[in-house]
């Protein structure tokens, strides 16, 4: 057994609790997700974003066709400003309480950050972890999460 400590901010920390993935950025404008596919094999599903292939596809628009995977909870987020043309960036995090798998030959894979060789695993919620809010130096606000590993 042994132990692993990860640390960050507060929603870091909670997500990797909840065994939270992150997908994005995607700029306010939309990404071009139109007619490409997310495939869940744990729970089976498949989400194909709407509009004509390379369509952009909003922040919200994708988030709404994430919702239609059974037991998914999805949330958005502002990251700010960013990219190339200093546009304001969203990421979406999706998280189930027994886990999913996401297949890596989902054709919007690259586009939201996800793998195109390895299957993107979730293990759920994680109800060993311990979390503590320490100060580092300068920067309050840090969080670490201690759990046991086999």
């Keep these: 057994m ?16 909840n ?6 950025p995607i700029p306010l404008a939309g990404a071009p997700l139109g007619g490409l596919t997310v495939i869940f094999n744990d729970p089976a599903d498949t989400v194909t974003f709407p509009g004509a292939a390379g369509a952009l596809v909003t922040p919200a628009a994708a988030a ?11 949330s958005i987020r502002n990251g700010g400003p960013g990219g190339p043309y200093n546009t304001t960036q969203f990421w979406i995090s999706i998280q189930r309480s027994d886990g999913f798998t996401i297949d890596a030959a989902g054709t919007a894979n690259a586009q939201l950050g996800l793998s195109t060789t390895d299957d993107t695993v979730s293990d ?3 109800t060993f972890a311990q979390v503590v809010a320490y100060t580092q130096g300068a920067t309050p606000g840090q969080y670490a999460m201690l759990r046991a590993r086999d």
Excluded: F, H, K, P
């Design 19 to 24: 065994g939270a993935v992150t997908l994005g």
């Design 124 to 126: 759920g919620a994680d």
């Design 2 to 17: 042994y132990y692993e400590i990860v640390t960050g901010t507060e929603r870091e920390i909670s997500d990797r609790i």
């Design 64 to 74: 709404a066709e994430l919702l239609g995977v059974s037991g998914l909870v999805v």
